[in-house]
């Protein structure tokens, strides 16, 4: 499955923003679909996930209660809308697939396919 990423920008910390993941190519209902975001500097860290029928949302505890991860199978789409951003949230975006089990969702190693990634930058 081929995976594109978009939606980033720059925005004021307290704003929104909404990323988009395009899927093509595979059968994306088939597939766990996350986002994990990678900060200069640091490693690449979960954000969150959601299962294959878009009942049950993941997220790291930083941004629970910010950001809501939601998947439209029909339309092959996943989204993150991000709110209250700070600038702790600036990094480059990816949108990413797994086909494995709900135990790794949160698993950065468990995800086969990756976007190219899309930039969020929140000024203080």
């Known amino acids: 499955v081929q995976l594109q990423a978009s939606g980033g920008g720059s925005v004021q910390a307290g704003g929104s923003l909404r990323l988009s993941c395009a899927a093509s190519?595979?059968?994306?209902?088939?597939?766990?679909m996350g986002w994990f975001r990678q900060a200069p500097g640091k490693e690449r860290e979960f954000v969150a996930a959601i299962t294959r029928d878009g009942r049950a949302g993941y997220y790291r505890d930083s941004v629970k209660g910010r950001f809501t991860i939601s998947r439209d199978n029909a339309r092959n789409s996943l989204s993150l809308q991000m709110d209250s951003l700070k600038p702790e949230d600036t990094a480059v975006y990816h949108c990413?697939?797994?086909?494995?089990?709900?135990?790794?969702?949160?698993?950065?190693?468990?995800?086969?396919?990756w976007g190219q990634g899309t930039l969020v930058t929140v000024s203080s």
């Open positions: 990413a697939a797994s086909t494995g089990i709900l135990s790794t969702i949160q698993n950065l190693n468990a995800y086969r396919y």
């Open positions: 190519g595979g059968t994306f209902r088939n597939y766990y």
